[in-house]
């Protein structure tokens, strides 16, 4: 049986793959877990972004709460992060959130975070699904009657809570400076104009008008081809884009270059070490990072520790080993100063802040990195395990490492949120990297799609 928590939580097409009565069971899992070692009703927390089928999600978990004897507390649409700094603010049980990220409308997640504001770990997750599985069999558990039944509480005042605790992580102030944000129609639509305008910017907001099906349609931090046009039509110093659940952080310069995971990494990095603010001058990273990101951060006399793609790996190692900063090129950053999960508003302010500090335009510090081509494939399949030892996939690898040589590499992986492998390849010859990566993608497709 396929495990039922992916990377990021549960996830599949709303009334498809994921369907309410999966969240019904959910709610009352984790109630039934949370509340095992106290006499009260456990609080848990639910967030959601902006998707059509949010709030049948939110009503099945509230359900599923309240019929396991728990306190729902309901925060409304609100970036991710702010489930994980309210859990802990509220003294929460657990936390929840209702997101797919930067997935279609049409998809849906539901994903977790303890107490203590950290997404769960695997053997937590495994427990959950142990009574997922005993609900859907034979529901015989707890069922408290009366005035032990759960109930629910309707919160309006904890977005300000978080745009409150967003506005004190941020030392600098922007008067002047002209920012173009793009919301992604997400969960960041409310939250992000409100903080840069308090902190002076003059902000021009796109793609900010959810619907329910618009939320990362051609726009936001995977698609930032409009907030690259806004910035150059307004003539605009700086570009924000966050994802659906405002988890993530993408920049563009005043000329319209994109400033990606990588890139802030390395601002942020060196920003840090000038200050003396990074611990053994060391920023964690993924295996996707980009070559270029590694010589910049040797330049600049830092390092880079390396961690599997995901950011729950990436803040594993930064826990462990004592890192403040970390990330992904996607846009995942995780500053431990401040918050215990990535955090697009606080990633976008630190940005500013370092930015504001050099006293340079964005250009300049975008050409601290040199970023290399890389190109990625991602191949639709069946199925997503067998593929690392599938002989043909193994020689079409190995043949394209062997072409690319010490100055490019090939990376395969399966996504751990969709039903893909992705082909990424990088070097310093475009036309070259699509030939093998195509070449690659096409054995993958054949293979196991």
């Known amino acids: 049986m396929a495990r039922l928590f992916g990377t990021d939580g549960v996830r599949g097409e709303a009334n498809v793959t994921l369907m309410p009565e999966m969240a019904y069971r959910l709610g009352r899992a984790a109630t039934l877990y949370f509340g095992k070692e106290s006499e009260e009703q456990p609080l848990i927390l639910i967030g959601r972004d902006t998707r059509i089928s949010g709030e049948m999600f939110e009503a099945a978990l509230t359900a599923g709460i309240c019929s396991a004897g728990g306190r729902a507390m309901i925060a409304g649409v609100i970036p991710t992060p702010a489930i994980a700094y309210l859990a802990r603010k509220h003294h929460a049980k657990a936390g929840i959130v209702i997101s797919a990220s930067h997935n279609p409308f049409y998809d849906n997640g539901i994903k977790f975070f303890g107490g ?94 959810p619907n329910g099906t618009n939320i990362n349609d051609g726009c936001g931090s995977t698609h930032l081809e409009s907030l690259q046009k806004a910035v150059l039509e307004n003539q605009a110093d700086f570009g924000i884009a966050h994802d659906g659940d405002a988890d993530r952080c993408l920049c563009v310069d005043e000329k319209g270059q994109v400033i990606d995971g990588d890139h802030i990494l390395v601002l942020c990095a060196t920003d840090m070490m000038r200050e003396g603010k990074l611990p053994y001058n060391t920023v964690v990273t993924t295996v996707m990072a980009n070559i270029g990101f590694h010589q910049a951060i040797k330049k600049a006399g830092g390092r880079a520790e390396i961690t599997k793609v995901g950011d729950r790996y990436v803040l594993e190692n930064m826990l462990k080993n004592g890192y403040k900063l970390g990330g992904e090129q996607s846009g995942h950053i995780i500053f431990t100063d401040y918050s215990t999960t990535g955090d697009g508003p606080i990633t976008a302010l630190q940005v500013l802040s370092s930015l504001k500090r050099s006293g340079r335009k964005a250009s300049e510090l975008t050409a601290l990195m040199t970023t290399y081509p890389q190109l990625l494939v991602n191949v639709k399949v069946a199925k997503k395990d067998g593929w690392d030892k599938n002989a043909k996939i193994q020689a079409a690898i190995e043949a394209g490492d062997k072409e690319l040589g010490e100055n490019g590499r090939i990376l395969v992986r399966p996504s751990g949120t969709e039903p893909l492998i992705r082909v990424m390849a990088e070097g310093p010859d475009q036309n070259q990297l699509d030939e093998i990566c195509h070449r690659i993608a096409d054995v993958v497709k054949e293979e196991q799609g």
Request: charged fraction near 30%.
């Open 116 to 209: 203590d504001g950290y997404k769960l770990p695997d053997a937590v997750e495994d427990e959950l699904e142990a009574i997922v599985h005993q609900l859907e069999n034979d529901d015989n558990l707890a069922r408290p009657c009366k005035e032990n039944i759960g109930h629910i509480e309707y919160r309006t005042d904890l977005l300000n809570q978080y745009i409150e605790f967003v506005l004190s992580t941020c030392q600098e102030r922007f008067d002047g400076m002209k920012i173009v944000l793009d919301c992604a129609n997400g969960a960041s639509y409310q939250v992000m104009p409100r903080i840069l305008r308090e902190l002076g910017a003059k902000v021009k907001v796109i793609h900010a008008l």
